[in-house]
């Protein structure tokens, strides 16, 4: 899902693997990419996926899919967002309110034929970060808007996206991961913006780290937060901690290797912080760790594999939920042929437990 445009309902079955035994469920088939998933407020669970178009076409649009039943079974999906452009790159939230956000960037500069980005550099245009806001579970939505609190924070000078989970802090702070690639030579900066209107207005930005994008976020409670961050060079994670709400990060940590990416984080009932991941090396697919201190250290031997047999490195972008059972459902796409990408895309749900 990261752009570098300056270089260019359901069937279950059971998978042999790692205990905490694994189930899968079809969620989506034709599209599916980049799943996030939150639980509302209701106990249902809500995705955003990417349709329409593989990695890169003009067709590219954001479809959704709820589960009443702790992820065994899914509606048919439904477009939120299908604009005249590629919109791309969803990050999905609930408000204290229970309103939902959806948050996307969009992408213009495709030649003709929309299925390739126009070999002119300066006519690749991220044209920013889009909200919308939902009163029903996301059937209807508010008008997408650009956030000028983002927009003017790059000016349109080089790539920008949301990422993954929105939270909302004790004090009803929405806080949002965006990162950005520079089109001045600095690369790739990780940061989180505010909202203090439930989602409307943003600004109030803290770097979380240079040389670094895709980033999840988790409350841990108590002014502190958890971050994990897909490196730019070489595609690891690293974690880094906030003690102030977000404001002031540490100094990041790998924990993974090169092509373990992008990260996912919840914080389980239990109090341990679960980690879910896509692995391009072989054997691929998406893997489960957890910390049972805070995201201080991590059970790298006990990974728990949600799925192994991916055909290539077109796959992963887990995004995880517990349900109120502490069941734990965590979405990802995979594609099964690289010259059908889009029809051979799928979403995938893995259901398993935490165990001591």
């Not at 990419?33 to 509302?40: D, E, G, K, T």
């Not at 329409?52 to 590219?60: R, V």
């Not at 005249?84 to 309103?99: F, I, K, M, S």
């Not at 031997?301 to 796959?315: F, H, R, V, W, Y």
Request: charged residues 25%.
């Amino acid at each position: 899902m990261v752009i570098c445009i300056f270089a260019i309902l359901a069937v279950v079955f059971v998978i042999a693997a790692a205990a905490p035994p694994v189930e899968r469920v079809t969620v989506m088939e034709n599209g599916g990419y980049f799943p996030v998933a939150i639980r509302l407020s209701s106990g249902e669970i809500l995705a955003v996926m990417r349709a329409g178009a593989p990695h890169i076409g003009k067709g590219g649009r954001l479809v959704l899919s709820i589960s009443g039943d702790a992820g065994r079974t899914w509606s048919k999906p439904w477009t939120a967002v299908d604009g005249p452009e590629d919109d791309r790159n969803p990050a999905l939230g609930q408000t204290a309110d229970g309103t939902v956000l959806l948050a996307y960037a969009v992408l213009s500069g495709y030649d003709p034929s929309g299925l390739n980005l126009s070999p002119k550099r300066e006519e690749r245009v991220f044209d920013g970060v889009y909200i919308m806001r939902s009163k029903d579970k996301g059937k209807s939505w508010t008008r997408p808007e650009r956030s000028e609190g983002i927009y003017s924070f790059y000016a349109g000078k080089g790539a920008v996206s949301p990422y993954g989970k929105i939270i909302t802090l004790a004090d009803g702070t929405v806080v949002m991961p965006v990162y950005f690639e520079f089109s001045d030579g600095r690369g790739n900066e990780s940061y989180v913006f505010r909202s203090k209107d439930g989602g409307k207005t943003w600004g109030d930005p803290s770097l979380l780290g240079k040389h670094y994008n895709e980033t999840a976020v988790v409350d841990l409670g108590g002014a502190k937060l958890l971050a994990a961050m897909r490196s730019e060079k070489g595609g690891h994670l690293a974690v880094t901690r906030s003690e102030d709400d977000g404001y002031a990060w540490s100094e990041p940590v790998q924990i993974t290797v090169d092509l373990e990416h992008p990260a996912d984080l919840v914080r389980l009932q239990s109090g341990w912080i679960l980690m879910t991941y896509g692995e391009r090396n072989p054997p691929r697919g998406a893997r489960a760790v957890l910390s049972r201190d805070g995201g201080k250290t991590w059970d790298m031997s006990g990974k728990i594999i949600l799925a192994d047999d991916c055909p290539n490195t077109d796959c992963g972008y887990p995004s995880s939920v517990e349900t109120a059972k502490g069941r734990i459902v965590s979405l990802f796409y995979r594609v099964d042929d690289l010259n059908a990408a889009l029809t051979s895309a799928k979403c995938v749900a893995a259901l398993w437990e935490a165990s001591e």
